[in-house]
């Protein structure tokens, strides 16, 4: 089974952006849907956006217009771009990659959004 590692998390002020980026060591890449999911401090683990293996794209309501999923397939790479962040976006982000049945799932990296 493959392994997901994520980077790119960080203290940001209200307003700034980061980009999380997530290297998956799975084959062939290409044709796993890769997600980004968050959970903050006593809520249950959201999905916050995900790409299929064909592109298309699912976003949550809450970050609809500010957050942008990719995915560089010669890189086995997926990013998550956050702007306009907000102080409700404080959490941990985990870097999911799914096909069929079977989910694997990064350790995660924390994002914390000051006011």
């Known amino acids: 089974q493959g392994q997901l590692v994520e980077s790119g998390g960080g203290l940001v002020q209200a307003g700034g952006s980061l980009r999380l980026s997530c290297a998956a060591s799975v084959s062939p890449f290409s044709i796993y849907a890769m997600g980004w999911y968050r959970q903050a401090p006593g809520k249950r683990r959201e999905l916050v956006a995900a790409?299929?293996?064909?592109?298309?794209?699912n976003y949550a309501d809450s970050v609809k217009g500010r957050f942008t999923i990719s995915r560089d397939n010669a890189k086995n790479t997926v990013y998550l771009q956050m702007n306009s962040l907000k102080p409700e976006d404080t959490a941990i982000y985990y870097c999911?990659?799914?096909?069929?049945?079977?989910?694997?799932w990064g350790q995660g990296t924390q994002v914390t959004v000051s006011s």
């Open positions: 790409m299929t293996g064909g592109g298309t794209t």
């Open positions: 999911n990659a799914a096909l069929g049945v079977g989910s694997i």
